[in-house]
């Protein structure tokens, strides 16, 4: 049973381009949560999706970032018009319910912005 | 607001005991967790504890104690895989369904 992916690994944009990052939750879970993690820095929750919900995006910044969770394929984060303070380390997790505590992280994103 | 504490640091030798402590405020949670999270790597659920008292898993256990707003993840038999960061974290149960992680504490194992 394939754990949580997400693509790619590494990415690196210049100021004022798109950033998308991919998650594809285990098998069986429809809850995905992603994260944003600064180096020496705890995970900031940034949104919670079921598939074609968005549950709970009270840690998403307002402007350029946005997400989804569609009924086919993976999750998507999407930030425009990246700026260098974006650069971090995004993580996303999945669960099987709402009423399952732990959360099974992916491998993460490194976003470097230039 | 809601917020959780950790020590920012520890360092401890092999095949001793350590604990780590988690103070937090919160107007209510479902439970407390604890993560580990090796240096480039993922985090990965350690332990949950949803009511009071001392929940063991192997080398580990977590301590919760709602009146105390405290908490503490305890390592024993600590080995040099142990080195890495641990987290806390609680799922608020005020509305909505985000989990609040504390910023780590970030635990060195010498030989």
């Known amino acids: 049973n394939a754990g949580v992916m997400q693509n790619p690994r590494h990415l690196v944009r210049r100021r004022g381009q798109e950033a998308r990052l991919r998650c594809s939750p285990m098998?069986?879970?429809?809850?995905v949560y992603w994260y944003r993690q600064l180096p020496e820095e705890g995970l900031k929750f940034m949104v919670y999706?079921?598939?074609?919900?968005?549950?709970?995006e009270s840690g998403m910044p307002k402007e350029r970032f946005s997400a989804e969770f569609p009924k086919e394929g993976p999750s998507i984060l999407r930030i425009q018009q990246v700026v260098r303070g974006d650069s971090a380390a995004y993580f996303c997790?999945?669960?099987?319910?709402?009423?399952?505590?732990?959360?099974?992280f992916g491998p993460g994103t490194r976003l470097t912005v230039l | 607001g809601q917020s959780l504490e950790q020590p920012s640091e520890v360092t401890a030798v092999e095949g001793a005991i350590v604990q780590i402590n988690c103070t937090y405020q919160?107007?209510?949670?479902?439970?407390l967790s604890w993560y580990q999270q090796h240096d480039g790597g993922a985090p990965t659920f350690l332990s949950y504890?949803?009511?009071?008292g001392l929940e063991e898993t192997g080398r580990f256990s977590s301590f919760l104690s709602r009146s105390d707003s405290y908490g503490y993840l305890l390592l024993q038999e600590l080995q040099m895989k142990d080195s890495a960061s641990y987290f806390c974290?609680?799922?608020?149960?005020?509305?909505?369904?985000?989990?609040?992680f504390g910023a780590g504490t970030r635990l060195f194992v010498k030989a």
């Open positions: 504890n949803a009511l009071d």
């Open positions: 098998k069986g879970h429809s809850h």
């Open positions: 974290a609680v799922s608020p149960n005020t509305g909505g369904f985000k989990t609040i």
């Open positions: 999706l079921q598939k074609e919900n968005i549950i709970d």
């Open positions: 997790a999945s669960s099987p319910g709402t009423s399952e505590y732990e959360q099974f």
């Open positions: 919160t107007s209510g949670f479902y439970g």
